[in-house]
């Protein structure tokens, strides 16, 4: 069975790592706003390992006119897990996070490769691709909550 929890942020590095951050240092694993009281980690557990992550934070995207806006961060998932429904597991449970902290608008920065996923959860684009130095091609993804 597969649970979703909060978790520490010290927690998210293993996986960030090995997915989001691959031969790059330990330290690029650290997001500015981490430890932020209203930043939420969340990780999704089986037989007691972390196998995928995301992170909330409370930053507005000035693109928005919506006033409590969180942005998802460090979405991933083990290799070897994906494609089992734990990204939408994750997802549902960023939403529901939202929903509970009177949150009207979820954004976020998506790698190009990630966008069909994030369109099958009825998240729309906006605006042109851009470039993340060192990381790759991304839109800016949202959803009404
Ligand atoms: C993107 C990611 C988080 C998706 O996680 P996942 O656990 O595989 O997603 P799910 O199993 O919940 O997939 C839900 C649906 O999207 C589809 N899907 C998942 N990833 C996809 C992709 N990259 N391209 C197209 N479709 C995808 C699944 O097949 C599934 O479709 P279905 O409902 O028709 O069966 C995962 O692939 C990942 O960690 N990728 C590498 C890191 C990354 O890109 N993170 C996002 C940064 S913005």
Known sequence: MKIVKKIKTIDTYPVRHLVLRKGKPIESCSFTGDDEETTIHLGVFYKEKIIGIASLFKIDNASFK?????????????????????????????????????????????RESAVPFYLKLNFKTFGTKFEINGIGPHYVMYKNI
């Not at 460090?74 to 949150?103: H, P, Q, W, Y």
């Open 66 to 110: 919506e006033s409590n806006q969180f942005q998802l961060r460090g979405m991933a998932v083990l290799d070897e897990f994906r494609k089992e429904g734990i990204g939408t597991l994750l997802i549902n449970e960023a939403e529901k996070i939202c929903k509970s902290n009177s949150s009207d608008l979820l954004w976020f920065n998506a």
